[in-house]
């Protein structure tokens, strides 16, 4: 999508999907409540086309597209106010642990999790391996012998705990 020109989308539709983005964008900045939300039937009254021609559009791929693309441009306008509150905020005295990752990840430190290793880990539990490995560490006294209120008990294959 980056270098896409969307030249296969009609100059109208081109000019719905800018000005659905817009006002949405509009309308959700507004701190005066100045900006109503159109409907879809304004935006294809606005553009001269019929409502159901506009909800056609509205799922159509390429429309949709061509909307997150307008909106993605959009966002990009606002990093450097994004890059500015995130300094800001780091520059408190107790930032969350949530924004020294977010931070990290931005300048670099972290690398993007989208490029990390997403290939799915496999863990498997067997129930008599564990209560053996429990069972040892109680004869070297790591874990203290101690009755519990929850026991698990196998019975045909299953695990229950009572």
Known sequence: MKNDTFDDLSDVQKKAAELYVRNVIE??????NEVTLL???????EVGVDRTTYYRWNKDPRFLEYVIYLSLQQARKH???FIATLVSNQMGKNPSTKQLDLYAKV????????????????????????????????????VPNHT?????????????VE
């Open 79 to 81: 990093v450097p106010m």
């Open 148 to 160: 519990s209120e929850r026991q698990i008990t196998t019975s045909g294959g299953d695990s229950d």
């Open 39 to 45: 409907k879809d039937k304004e935006i294809a009254e």
């Open 27 to 32: 309308y959700k900045t507004d701190a005066d």
């Open 107 to 142: 300048v670099g430190l972290l690398g993007d999790s989208s490029q990390g290793d997403s290939s799915p880990v496999s863990v498997t539990f067997n129930l008599t391996d564990a209560q053996q490995r429990v069972k040892e560490l109680r004869e070297s006294n790591v």
